[in-house]
Structure formats: C-alpha cells, structure tokens
C-alpha cells in the first residue's frame, strides 16, 4: 500500500523568507501524480501544486516550486517569498494508477512577521 | 460549477444516533472520494467511488459506517450508531480521469461532526 510521511509537524518562517517542507512516500508503481493542498483556518483543501512522476522537470507555481526526486521519493515543497497568508496546514498527497488519493500527515506552518 | 457541495456544514447528535452525511460531486466527474480528518489521525481515506461504484472501501473503520453513491450526483456516508469516537471533520472531493490522464481532486468544505 502506498505511503505518505511527512515528517516535519511544524514548521516556522519569517516574512519574506524561504521554507522548506518535507515529504517521502513509498510505491512500486511507476507512474502516479503527487500533490501539494493548503489547509488554512477555513479549513478549506486548496491545491497548492502538482507533479506527473514521468515529469523530469520539477513543477513551479508562482512563489511555489517542488523538488521531485523520483529515485529517493521524495517530493519536497519550496515556498519563496513567503507570506502571512501562506500560514496553513500544508498536506502531500500520491495518487496512483488506481486514482486512491492518499495523504500524509500534515505539517503547520506558521508565517512569524 | 458550484464546486463540491456537502451538507450540513456542522452536525451535533447524541451518541446511539444515526447520522447522514450528504454529498455532491462537481458535475461530470467520475471519481468521489470520503475522508475523515482528526488531529491524531490526519486525513484518513475512507471509501472511493468510480462512476458511482465503490472501489476501495478498506479505510472504513467498521460496519457502523456506510456510503453508498445512488447516482452520479449524489453520495451519503452513513453512521449508524454513532458513538463520541466518531467526532471529526468529514470530506468529500471529486475528481476526473479521462484519456489517461487525471485532474486534481476538488474537496468540499468538510462537515464538521460532533458526537455527545
């Protein structure tokens, strides 16, 4: 069965700054998709960012950008710039050939001004 | 499109009730999916449905729970009897598969469910 850990509960930045959040999942299967949500206080899922595994090149959404390492599995989310609004629980997600969607843990992160 | 709808937005029963949970899928897409949400657990699968039949059911905790998808518009999740236990944010989301390829799944905003 598929796998997701994330493995950092919490995370802080400061305003303005660069942040780092951690994911890894384990599969056998070679081609899935894998997702970044955002969770705010609304409690509302919102698709941050995603990547097709047969994509060597890693996908970038404005102020967000992955670091897909296929090999390792890992799958990392790099916010820039960061801002208060981008304060949330922040969830990674695999789905494979079998569109099961599954989610790790989720990690909070808190924005400092 | 309105987007995934579920209702109630907030649900207070006693335990021994039964409880419904409502929802409906984004129109056109064949994939829906129930998730429970509670701070021990994360986001737990419960269920998934393609084209209105369920696929994987094993993330159902036990037999309390039930869901079923009647049509492509319309999905329940079921507990019956409900017991303290089961207080938790509910979800559904849907999402499309076609040619091979698929969108990402839409959620609804969740029904917050309050068991006493």
């Known amino acids: 069965a598929q796998t997701v850990t994330q493995s950092q509960p919490e995370m802080s930045v400061q305003e303005a700054e660069t942040v780092t959040l951690s994911c890894t999942y384990d599969?056998?299967?070679?081609?899935?998709?894998l997702f970044w949500y955002k969770q705010p206080p609304s409690r509302q899922m919102i698709l941050v960012i995603r990547?097709?595994?047969?994509?060597?090149q890693n996908a970038t959404e404005n102020r967000f950008s992955v670091n897909f390492q296929k090999a390792a599995k890992s799958f990392s989310l790099k916010i820039s710039d960061s801002q208060l609004g981008d304060a949330a629980m922040y969830f990674c997600a695999f789905q494979g050939g079998s569109e099961k969607l599954v989610f790790g843990k989720g990690t909070k992160l808190t924005v400092n001004p | 499109d309105a987007g995934v709808i579920q209702s109630p937005r907030h649900e207070v029963t006693e335990m021994g009730q039964e409880v419904t949970l409502r929802c409906k899928p984004i129109s056109g897409h064949d994939y829906l999916f129930w998730y429970r949400q509670t701070m021990m657990r994360g986001l737990e699968l419960l269920i998934y449905?393609?084209?209105?039949?369920?696929?994987?059911d094993s993330g159902m905790p036990e037999d309390r729970f039930s869901a079923k998808m009647p049509n492509a518009s319309f999905s329940t999740l079921k507990i019956q009897p409900s017991e303290p236990r089961d207080s938790a944010v509910y979800f559904c989301?849907?999402?499309?598969?076609?040619?091979?390829?698929?969108?990402?799944?839409?959620f609804g905003q969740g029904t917050r469910l309050t068991v006493v």
């Open positions: 599969t056998s299967e070679s081609d899935y998709y």
């Open positions: 449905f393609n084209n209105n039949v369920p696929i994987d």
């Open positions: 990547q097709e595994a047969y994509k060597q």
């Open positions: 989301a849907s999402s499309l598969r076609t040619g091979g390829w698929s969108t990402e799944a839409f």
